[in-house]
């Protein structure tokens, strides 16, 4: 199961060799069960992403104490 929250880091790898793997910020988890989220690619577009399993890293946000 992939885990992410508003604010973590999203690396897609390409499907194709010659690209480069895509890097983003998760803004909104749409759906849990698969994983669903809203993400703001580097270059500043916007997407609705559901990674097949393999295909996606998330780098945990460093969340301070409360």
Do not use: N, Y
């Amino acid at each position: 199961m992939m885990e992410g929250l508003p604010g973590d880091t999203i690396v897609l790898e390409s499907e194709r060799a010659a690209q480069p793997a895509r890097t983003g910020k998760i803004e909104e988890v749409l759906q849990t069960q698969p994983a669903r989220f809203r993400v703001r690619w580097e270059d500043g577009h916007e997407s609705i992403v559901s990674p097949a399993a393999g295909s996606a890293l998330i780098e945990k946000r460093k969340r301070g104490r409360k």
